[in-house]
């Protein structure tokens, strides 16, 4: 996938989809119930997140943070907030590609990818949280003014020694905007939170490379 690409089509998407009325939502919502309920979401472990091969030095975590989304939907319980987790799951499973696991862990949703780069990833998330937001916000999304809506953490960095998930490390690192990512140039018409995250990571990789060079 070229860099460019995926903003690209984000945006023209964005020009033609204002998001789905209430019947849409409630409709699948309905649909997706029984799944819902079948689905342990109170705690994560490494386990439940990362497949077996994946727990390598440098293996990368992406982190969504749902925080601005509940807040807009009413706050985390009832239909809305059910269906946003719903369709976090539906979404990933669409776009994970050939392989890879996620789970909820509070206003979390965590995602690893199987057999692409660091970059093809970060883009994949982005997309993932791009189609979450717009399904449960509509256009209202695209201006969002929150550059860490996704975030790159090293598996190492936000888990313990046992290799489960430590919350007070997810913190630290979340805290710290995660490992930059270069997302390439973000086209004309992307949404706000994307063109920021990019501004981030290009600040970021730029204080990398400076330091490296003293």
Do not use: C
Request: glycine share 10%; proline share 3%; no cysteine.
């Amino acid at each position: 996938m070229g860099k460019g690409s995926l903003f690209g089509r984000l945006a023209n998407a964005l020009k033609e989809d204002d998001g789905p009325s209430n019947e849409d939502i409630d409709r699948e919502f309905d649909q997706a119930i029984a799944e819902i309920d079948a689905t342990d979401v109170s705690k994560v472990d490494a386990a439940a997140i990362l497949d077996p091969g994946y727990q390598v030095a440098g293996g990368m975590v992406y982190i969504i943070k749902l925080t601005e989304i509940y807040d807009k939907i009413g706050g985390r319980d009832g239909r809305q907030a059910e269906n946003l987790k719903e369709t976090s799951d539906r979404v990933f499973r669409d776009n994970k590609g050939s392989g890879g696991s996620a789970s909820f862990q509070g206003d979390r949703y965590f995602m690893q990818f199987d057999d692409v780069g660091d970059s093809e990833e970060f883009h994949r998330a982005a997309l993932i949280i791009n189609e979450i937001g717009r399904h449960m916000l509509g256009t209202i999304f695209e201006e969002m003014e929150v550059p860490d809506l996704v975030i790159a953490a090293k598996t190492d960095d936000i888990t313990d020694a046992a290799g489960a998930i430590n919350d007070h490390k997810v913190e630290d690192v979340a805290a710290e905007g995660g490992v930059p990512v270069d997302m390439g140039k973000p086209s004309p018409g992307t949404p706000t939170w994307m063109r920021m995250s990019w501004q981030k990571n290009r600040a970021a990789l730029a204080e990398e490379k400076a330091s490296a060079a003293t």
